[in-house]
């Protein structure tokens, strides 16, 4: 196993393994069932924030290794996602149509129908924004997370408020948006014979 590698099990998909018991801990609170997805708590809350920054993280690593120029101090999920959103998997799908299955209970895409293009505006600045050619969305479980991180306690037209949003649907596609970036990046890096040395996901494959 390369230094890299190494260095990446240690320092990011130990701790992803780590997130993934925490959430299975929840097991013996309520059911990985579709019947409960909406169902939310505190630590949902705390679990949602922590996968949904670490997603932040990882992408700029990740962009960082397509482009040794990118410069991820200032940026947000539209750059890095533009510098990633190329790379396939190891089944030849890219990204935003990589399906991951959640225990036995589903299997869903949760980059679908995400894409970022990159343009210049009138002050000659390099800025970002969905794609039109495919009528882009932002993942609506990466939404509702900034909902949750900054606008906790307002309101919402159907009713509650965006803590409720720290459920257990948003939380199972943050981990599968996770999952797909961190192993993507070892299928990408990683020699065949390192997978037989890391440890598996317990909750999702692709």
């Known amino acids: 196993?390369?230094?890299?590698?190494?260095?990446?099990?240690?320092?990011?998909?130990?701790?992803?393994?780590?997130?993934?018991?925490?959430?299975?801990?929840?097991?013996?609170?309520?059911?990985?069932?579709?019947?409960?997805?909406?169902?939310?708590?505190?630590?949902?809350?705390?679990?949602?924030?922590?996968?949904?920054?670490?997603?932040?993280?990882?992408?700029?690593?990740f962009a960082k290794k397509r482009n040794p120029n990118f410069d991820g101090s200032k940026a947000n999920i539209q750059k890095w996602w533009y510098e990633i959103q190329t790379v396939h998997t190891a089944n030849g799908l890219a990204l935003n149509m990589q399906e991951v299955s959640f225990l036995d209970i589903e299997s869903f895409k949760p980059w679908?129908?995400?894409?970022?293009?990159r343009y210049?505006?009138?002050k000659g600045a390099?800025?970002?924004?969905?794609?039109?050619?495919i009528n882009a969305q932002t993942p609506?479980?990466?939404?509702?997370?900034?909902?949750?991180?900054?606008?906790?306690?307002?309101?919402?037209?159907?009713?509650?408020?965006?803590?409720?949003?720290?459920n257990l649907k948003n939380l199972s596609r943050a981990f599968g948006a996770l999952f797909i970036l961190e192993n993507t990046f070892l299928n990408e890096y990683?020699?065949?014979?390192?997978?037989?040395?890391?440890?598996?996901?317990?909750l999702f494959q692709n």
């Open 112 to 117: 679908e129908n995400y894409s970022i293009e």
């Open 1 to 61: 196993m390369t230094k890299e590698i190494k260095d990446f099990v240690k320092n990011y998909w130990k701790y992803y393994l780590r997130l993934e018991e925490e959430f299975i801990h929840t097991l013996k609170y309520v059911e990985f069932s579709k019947d409960n997805y909406k169902t939310y708590s505190l630590e949902y809350l705390r679990l949602y924030l922590a996968v949904c920054s670490e997603i932040d993280v990882m992408g700029k690593v």
């Open 140 to 166: 609506f479980w990466w939404t509702q997370y900034n909902k949750v991180k900054h606008e906790r306690t307002q309101q919402k037209l159907e009713g509650g408020t965006n803590y409720n949003n720290a």
């Open 190 to 202: 990683a020699v065949t014979e390192d997978f037989s040395k890391i440890e598996k996901s317990h």
């Open 120 to 122: 210049t505006n009138r």
């Open 126 to 133: 390099i800025c970002y924004k969905l794609s039109t050619s």
